[in-house]
């Protein structure tokens, strides 16, 4: 997976390409979770990403609870139709945030 940055009107845009899953949340837990610290509003791409996993799933809520714990805000943009399906069936759609 690919994971590149650009910040944007006070908002930092993670733009993730290829797959979330078991051998790729590692990177994004280890790229998003820090940026609570310097970023209010962070943005992840979805445009480019093929597939999330449950283990991308688990990042995301940890991303997710990083967020609220700084008062930060994080935010879902252009979710294909297929992982939409995976975050509704999941009870994730719910707890995620959607731009």
């Given at each position: ?8 009107n006070g908002t ?88």
């Amino acid at each position: 997976m690919t994971i590149t940055q650009k910040a944007e009107n006070g908002t930092l845009i993670l733009t993730l390409e290829g797959r979330l899953d078991t051998a790729t949340s590692p990177q994004l837990q280890d790229t998003l979770l820090p940026v609570f610290g310097e970023n209010k509003d962070v943005v992840l791409d979805f445009s480019k990403l093929a597939y999330v996993s449950s283990a991308g799933l688990r990042v995301l809520l940890m991303g997710q609870k990083e967020a609220q714990g700084k008062g930060a805000s994080m935010k879902l943009s252009n979710v294909s139709s297929d992982i939409m399906e995976v975050f509704e069936m999941t009870g994730f759609s719910d707890i995620l945030s959607f731009a």
